[in-house]
């Protein structure tokens, strides 16, 4: 996404265009760059004219900005599959200042994935896993927690070996997009159990074949103290008998279960309304606590 523009001071716009709550990490790395160079950096602003413009979009689905300047460089899986921060960018320590409400480290020890789910993008954009960072490399010095963005760490040697080094250190971690559960054995499961995690373990139940071997992790981890109420389950909904079976007997395992809305990400359509209701009765833990089933929802 990022251009080298020799000596030239430039004045630099950046637009995340997804504005989740959630810092982009793309384009911190852009901001640390221009920022190197002696460029100034701030949020595009309509009203106002710039040297380079750049736009960040995440997740297919969302709206384009329709005031953004035809030649701003856009980037990220929203906008193409393909397109990725040139070398000299991406293996810079990001600009946290940007998003100020940020107050830990966020980054990826591997990139890309052993598996190939139709429903994931990482695959046909990342393709198969590999070491990236270390975790020292990603740990911001003001700040002891980390949230790392792996697909499958537990897949690469290289992650397990930087897990293994951070236990016992004043760190603590989540891994948000989910540990696969098809790779928690006894001795993964010890391992995790030392870690210091800033709330859940968390992992995903996409699949009717999933269900017995998320169950069968989240025994091993109760094995070596990790208490049911501290892991947390995505669970993907695209046939509600089928969600409902999942999200049912992990609730009576003690799981905290998020259920999401299946969302074709080439089509980007809406999901449809009964899946949507679908996931606000089992994420609003007080109705999905109280009701047994979900034809009892009545919202």
Known sequence: MAESYGETKMNVALHDNDRTSFP???????SAYHKQQGDNVEWWNPLLTYDRIYSSKVFTFTPENPYLPPD???????YGMMNEL???VDAMFPDYSIY?????????????????????????KEGQIRPYRTWREIKRLDSRDIVFMDNNVLACTHG????????????????NQGLDARMITPEIA????????????RMSCDTDNMLVIVQDAIRQLGKVGVKPYRIFVY?????????????????????????????????????????????????????????NYFKDYRG
């Open 235 to 291: 669970l993907l909904v695209q046939d509600i008998e089928s969600a409902e079976r999942r999200a049912l007997a992990l609730r009576d395992m003690g799981a905290e279960v998020f259920a999401q809305p299946y969302r074709d990400f080439i089509t980007s359509r809406e999901p449809p309304h009964e899946l949507k209701r679908f996931a606000r009765w089992v994420n609003r833990k007080e109705i999905f606590k109280t009701t």
């Open 160 to 175: 397990l070996e930087q897990i293994a080094d951070m236990i016992g250190q004043d760190i603590r971690v989540d891994f």
């Open 72 to 78: 701003a460089i856009k980037g990220g899986t929203g």
């Open 100 to 124: 100020p409400r940020c107050h830990h480290a966020i980054g990826f020890l591997t990139r890309g994935c052993i598996r190939n789910c139709p429903w994931c993008v990482v695959p046909r």
């Open 190 to 201: 010890q391992i995790l159990s030392q870690l210091k995690w800033i709330k859940y373990i």
């Open 24 to 30: 982009n990490l793309a384009l911190m790395k852009i």
């Open 86 to 88: 040139p070398e000299e």
